[in-house]
């Protein structure tokens, strides 16, 4: 599985694979123990750190030896979504949310004319039997919605249709 991970000042990409994480094709030398209400255990090369992680929408805030760090977290899917809807213009205007892969769409929680913020789940779609929540990428009004629970879809297919709201 792809992950890419977004600091203000850093981006990183990884590949995580039975439960093991590489940077480019090497792995790295790193383990998290949890000790309890948001506070690991990062050992990193074998140098041991404290990191308190608090989780917002999302974003992590992380401390770590004293730095604080916000970071996104985001996974393959995640990430094509945000980038399907980047390359339409962003939060102005209308905009067709399409399918990022092929599957069955499970759930439509929203309605036409309902304003949902930024983060909520448009739609649950299921493939390879694992369910993908569709996030609204930034506050809208959903317009039209192109799918029905039960239906399936190919990639790329429009499923609904938001706009933008201001703020």
């Known amino acids: 599985m792809k992950i890419y991970s977004e600091t203000e000042r850093f981006k990183f990409d990884y590949d995580l694979k039975d439960g093991v994480l590489f940077k480019e094709g090497r792995p790295l030398d790193v383990q998290l ?3 309890g209400e948001g506070r690991y ?3 990193w090369n074998n140098v041991p750190y404290i990191v308190n992680v608090h989780k917002t929408n999302e974003h992590y805030h992380v401390r770590v ?3 604080q760090y ?5 996974d393959e899917r995640t990430r094509r979504v945000k980038e399907l809807v980047k390359a ?5 205007g209308e905009k067709v949310i399409k399918a990022p892969i092929p599957g069955l769409i499970v759930k439509t929680p929203v309605r036409e004319g309902e304003t949902v913020e930024v983060g909520a789940p448009l739609l649950i779609l299921e493939a390879m039997k694992m369910e993908n929540v569709i996030k609204a990428p930034f506050n809208c ?3 039209r919605l192109q799918v029905k629970e ?3 879809v190919e990639q790329n297919s429009p499923m ?3 706009k933008g709201v201001e703020e």
């Not at 916000?70 to 985001?74: A, G, N, S, T």
């Not at 339409?88 to 102005?92: D, F, L, P």
């Open 150 to 152: 039960g239906q399936t």
């Open 65 to 67: 030896a004293g730095d």
């Open 70 to 74: 916000q970071v996104l977290v985001e």
């Open 141 to 143: 009004t959903v317009k």
């Open 33 to 35: 123990r949890p000790l």
């Open 41 to 43: 255990v990062l050992l």
């Open 88 to 92: 339409a213009g962003g939060a102005h």
């Open 160 to 162: 609904l249709i938001i």
